[in-house]
């Protein structure tokens, strides 16, 4: 059995608006505009509304001036496109972001790709996407990011590592295992179709899962003394939160874990924070 230490994603992003807080007022004392961000909701998610809800607080607490458009479920796609528009020639908004999922009535790429792309601090539209693929500046993806600047708070170096990704998404699987192979990392990306889920976890010095599902991979597996970074997070029958990794199971296992809530969540958000803040200059 190894000792394990926490990843604490809500201690460092703490850390990180602290430090942007800083940084804005000494701009802003200078004369510049504050940095803005737009948030666009549509429809009731309530996992959707808490996480708005979180990124709204953040702004109040790093000096970062947000507006929250929270728009029916049955907006048309062109009354979204118009309010996209409309915040892409705003000249006090930085940061557009708009929340996933979206109704289905309305196309997540199309409106993704509305985004002016100096504004996209999702890193989400096609030109940023590449831009990141590519290794050129430009903005990316808030939860890869944030899992490496997490990484780098406590001197885990992936370089060398063989690091498992579970999960594809375009939101995190995918932008994470280029972040990791950019790394230095030897990545192996698992999805749905992935035979044998147990032996590639197995192999893991780093592992990732990013499922939205507790019941896929099992702790069991985990190599001992690898770093576990949980990017599920999942509502239990009795109303807990939880990961997509057995925290108990794990622990006993890996020499460093990311836990649920506290770790990964806060860190998306504080670096949604710094995007909206390096979008602005
Ligand atoms: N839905 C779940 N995660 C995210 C995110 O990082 N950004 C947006 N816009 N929607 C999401």
Same mark, same amino acid.
């Given at each position: ?147 490496? +600047? ?12 063989? &690091? %498992?990704? $579970? !999960?594809?998404?375009? @939101? *995190? ?20 179709? +992935? ?12 592992? &990732? %899962?990013? $499922? !939205?599902?507790?019941? @896929? *991979? ?64």
């Amino acid at each position: 059995m190894t000792q394990h230490q926490i990843l604490d994603g809500k201690k460092v992003s703490t850390l990180i608006q602290a430090e942007l807080a800083e940084k804005i007022s000494k701009r802003v004392e200078a004369g510049h505009k504050p940095p803005g961000l737009a948030v666009v909701m549509v429809g009731n998610d309530e996992a959707s509304k808490v996480y708005v809800n979180n990124k709204i607080k953040a702004c109040e607490k790093t000096g970062i001036r947000s507006k929250a458009h929270f728009l029916p479920r049955q907006t048309s796609a062109k009354a979204l496109y118009e309010l996209i528009d409309e915040l892409n020639q705003d000249s006090k908004i930085h940061g557009i972001l708009v929340q996933l999922p979206l109704p289905e009535h309305i196309d997540e790429s199309e409106v993704t790709n509305r985004i002016d792309p100096n504004k996209d601090v999702d890193g989400f539209h096609a030109r940023n996407v590449g831009h990141l693929v590519l290794r050129q500046p430009g903005l990316r993806p808030c939860t890869p990011r944030g899992v490496m +600047t997490l990484l780098n708070h406590y001197q885990i170096d992936p370089k060398g590592m063989h &690091c %498992v990704v $579970v !999960g594809a998404s375009n @939101i *995190v699987g995918r932008p994470l295992m280029l972040e990791m192979l950019f790394a230095g990392a030897t990545v192996t990306c698992c999805h749905r179709f +992935t035979q044998d889920l147990a032996k590639h976890v197995k192999q893991a010095d780093l592992l &990732c %899962v990013a $499922v !939205g599902n507790p019941e @896929i *991979v099992d702790a069991e597996w985990i190599k001992p003394g690898a770093v576990v970074i949980d990017i599920g997070i999942n509502r239990l029958a009795d109303g807990r939160l939880s990961g997509d990794v057995d925290f108990h199971v794990a622990s006993k296992k890996a020499a460093w874990i990311s836990p649920v809530p506290g770790g990964i969540g806060p860190m998306t958000v504080a670096t949604l924070m710094q995007n909206t803040y390096e979008a602005s200059l």
